[in-house]
């Protein structure tokens, strides 16, 4: 699925990573439509920063984390 048809099928959700392998030095926010990633990304050097950030997106929803995330995944917000 391509991201034009995951953004109409989708609403937007962004997962907070707590320092990932390719940004290891902060937080890391990824905008995802279903399975399917944006190019759009946040950092901060803070968690509650980059929250804080996400939530003036309009995705104000924390649905924490489900068993098959990888570790550094903090939770997703739609």
């Known amino acids: 699925m391509t991201l034009d ?3 109409q099928r989708f609403p937007p959700m962004w997962a907070i990573y707590d320092h990932p392998k390719d940004f290891p030095d ?3 926010a ?3 439509y279903g399975e ?3 190019l759009e990304v946040m950092q901060s050097a803070t968690l ?3 929250i804080e950030r996400v939530e003036r997106t309009g995705c104000c929803v ?3 984390r489900f068993f098959h995330d990888d570790p550094c995944i903090v939770g997703v917000w739609i």
């Open 5 to 7: 048809e995951a953004k």
């Open 26 to 28: 902060c937080f890391v």
């Open 30 to 32: 990824r905008l995802w």
């Open 36 to 38: 399917v990633p944006s």
């Open 48 to 50: 509650p920063d980059l």
């Open 62 to 64: 924390p649905l924490g």
